[in-house]
């Protein structure tokens, strides 16, 4: 059950209402009226709350579950044990996501500007923005409904931010148009120069980095990830994208709409992205490559090269995945044979 120390809370609900939310009908001989208070997990949960089950490998737990109500595809809901009410539902972890919301409402920050705050006269704020402690906001900055700006975070000169957007504590914004609804959790650089240089016969050049960033509607860009702006080009990010903590974007970089982009991953400059492209974790994408629609990058691996439309990849070099785990397969077969042949002594003969 979530601390509500921390966590908003809206009250208890009845369970006609519950079902009402998650699109599931009322069990059979059920009290609509009976009340249950929050949302927990098949261990936790107790009569009063709320538990699903997604991943079958969790049967043992539903079996146990002291739960009240319990979230279930509709193949298993004859699993779900006597006491506890199965709501049956096609998709038990996006009902989980809605209902926990319904207990727990995302809360807005109250509107206004914190008197630490430093705010340009030139900037533009639309109504029911909020300002926190020690935030700047540069000359230019247009920030549209509803913005909140954590404390700590700049915003820098003649950035946009469209209606909504939320910027967490010690972000930084140069450079940038953000489309709405788009969440930058803290620590988040966007804008900064790309990684540019040109050799001469006394070292570095540093190539003026003339972009912008361009960040789509409802996308998230998770803590301490960076978006290097354009080099003569814009980095575009694109609608409903969610990047995780920790990710770096290069210069020109273009991803398509509703990609995942998970945790360390490193995308070098000017690749391209198609649409629901998704990239595990540590995978490295060396530049100017060009991804397509649905392509997925199974975790830490090193893609050097275009990857079609579908396909999933794997290893490094990445190769398709069944590919990659054939060689993964003959790989152990070659270290168990090694590993069983006797080990000869120096001074026998071959």
């Not at 206004?112 to 926190?132: N, Q, W």
């Not at 700047?136 to 509803?146: D, N």
């Not at 995978?283 to 392509?295: I, S």
Request: proline residues 6%.
């Amino acid at each position: 059950m979530a601390d509500r120390r921390f966590h908003a809370y809206a009250g208890a609900l009845a369970l006609t209402r519950i079902a009402e939310l998650v699109g599931a009908a009322l069990p059979a001989g059920a009290d609509g009226e009976l009340l249950f208070d929050d949302v927990a997990s098949l261990a936790a949960a107790g009569p009063a709350q709320v538990s699903f089950l997604e991943n079958r490998k969790y049967l043992g737990a539903l079996a146990n579950t002291k739960a009240g109500a319990c979230l279930v595809h509709p193949s298993l809901a004859a699993r779900v044990p006597a006491g506890c009410h199965a709501l049956a539902v096609a998709n038990p972890y996006l009902a989980y996501a809605s209902l926990a919301a319904a207990f727990h409402p995302p809360q807005r920050t109250p509107a206004g500007v914190h008197p630490t705050a430093v705010v340009d006269v030139s900037a533009r704020l639309g109504e029911g923005v909020s300002i926190g402690p020690y935030a700047v906001v540069m000359a230019g900055a247009k920030l549209g409904a509803g913005v909140e700006i954590g404390p700590g975070a700049t915003i820098g000169a003649n950035v946009e931010l469209g209606d909504f957007v939320v910027v967490g504590a010690n972000a930084s914004v140069s450079h940038a148009l953000v489309g709405p609804r788009t969440r930058l959790y803290p620590g988040v650089r966007i804008g900064q120069d790309g990684f540019g240089f040109a050799l001469s016969p006394t070292g570095f050049v540093k190539v003026p980095q003339l972009g912008l960033v361009r960040i789509g509607a409802d996308c998230e860009v998770g803590a301490n990830s960076c978006i290097d702006r354009g080099s003569a080009g814009d980095t575009i990010i694109g609608d409903g994208t969610w990047i995780d903590n920790l990710v770096q974007i290069g210069h020109n970089v273009k991803t398509g709409r509703s990609c995942v982009i998970v945790a360390q991953v490193g995308i070098s400059g000017s690749t391209e992205l198609g649409d629901g492209v998704m990239a595990g974790g540590q995978a490295g994408l060396a530049g100017h490559l060009k991804v397509a629609a649905g392509a997925k990058i199974i975790a830490q691996s090193g893609v050097h090269r275009d990857i079609p439309a579908g396909q999933t990849v794997g290893g490094t070099p990445a190769v398709p995945a069944e590919e990659w785990r054939r060689q993964s397969a003959a790989l152990r077969r070659l270290v168990r044979r090694t590993a069983s042949e006797p080990t000869k002594e120096p001074n026998e003969s071959a």
